[in-house]
């Protein structure tokens, strides 16, 4: 069962829109949630990340929303550029396993 | 700032033969390093975790037997894929932390592209 589930799959939004990429996780234990995303033949990167004690963390134009008793989470990228365009991947990790748990991505496209 | 560095950037091996690939983590301690692995079409398999003067956790589905990894000090780690078989085939990517700081930021390297033939 995939612990922490990514949608939609794929997004298309023209530049200047909002793109919102949903998130949701199974374990109750998870306490620390980064969002990575990667550019085709390149590794991932750091984009944003948040813990459960806040419900939204912003930076610039990304946003984290985050509902813990629902166990979800979105990010949202206001005034979508072009070179937003890439596969983000959010993740989830607890202090215990120290590992950190991917979803399966969310490949968004940003038309000029 | 925290770099991790990896390398090859990309092998190629015969089937049956054994490839290793190596991490380097230059400005922090990688007290922590987890291997994974992404497969066409697949997201990122945690492999296994490794904390120096720890022992190396594997996931379900990987071995030490198959992915022997060395993690002997705070700047390196090392993990072999031995026997390689086109299953094999994916992205590796170590990602290392620095576990014993208020960093929670897993930095990865640059991954190394395994094709068998």
């Known amino acids: 069962q995939q612990q922490v589930r990514q949608s939609p799959q794929s997004l298309t939004v023209w530049e200047g829109e909002t793109a919102i990429l949903n998130c949701s996780y199974e374990?109750?234990?998870?306490?620390?949630f980064p969002w990575y995303w990667q550019f085709p033949r390149e590794s991932p990167a750091l984009l944003i990340a948040?813990?459960?004690?806040?419900n939204k963390k912003e930076d610039g134009r990304f946003t984290i929303f985050f509902n813990k008793r629902e166990k979800k989470l979105s990010l949202h990228i206001t005034d979508s550029q072009p070179g937003d365009s890439a596969t983000y991947f959010c993740?989830?990790?607890?202090?215990?396993?120290?590992?950190?748990?991917f979803g399966l991505g969310t490949r968004v496209s940003v038309f000029p | 700032g925290a770099l991790v560095y990896q390398y090859p950037r990309r092998t190629i091996c015969k089937s049956g033969t054994s490839m290793r690939m190596e991490c380097q983590a230059v400005?922090?301690?990688?007290?922590?390093v987890a291997w994974y692995r992404q497969s066409p079409q697949k997201t990122f398999e945690l492999i296994a975790l490794?904390?120096?003067?720890?022992?190396?956790?594997?996931e379900q589905n990987f071995t030490q037997e198959k992915f022997p990894i060395s993690h002997p000090n705070l700047s390196f780690s090392s993990m072999t894929v031995l026997n390689a078989y086109l299953e094999d085939r994916g992205l590796y990517l170590c990602?290392?932390?620095?576990?014993?700081?208020?960093?929670?930021?897993?930095?990865f390297g640059s991954g190394t592209r395994l094709t068998v033939l």
């Open positions: 400005g922090f301690q990688a007290t922590s």
């Open positions: 948040i813990r459960p004690v806040s």
């Open positions: 990602g290392a932390r620095d576990w014993g700081s208020s960093a929670e930021t897993l930095y």
């Open positions: 374990d109750s234990t998870f306490d620390y």
């Open positions: 490794s904390t120096v003067n720890s022992a190396i956790k594997y």
């Open positions: 993740a989830a990790q607890n202090n215990y396993a120290q590992g950190l748990t």
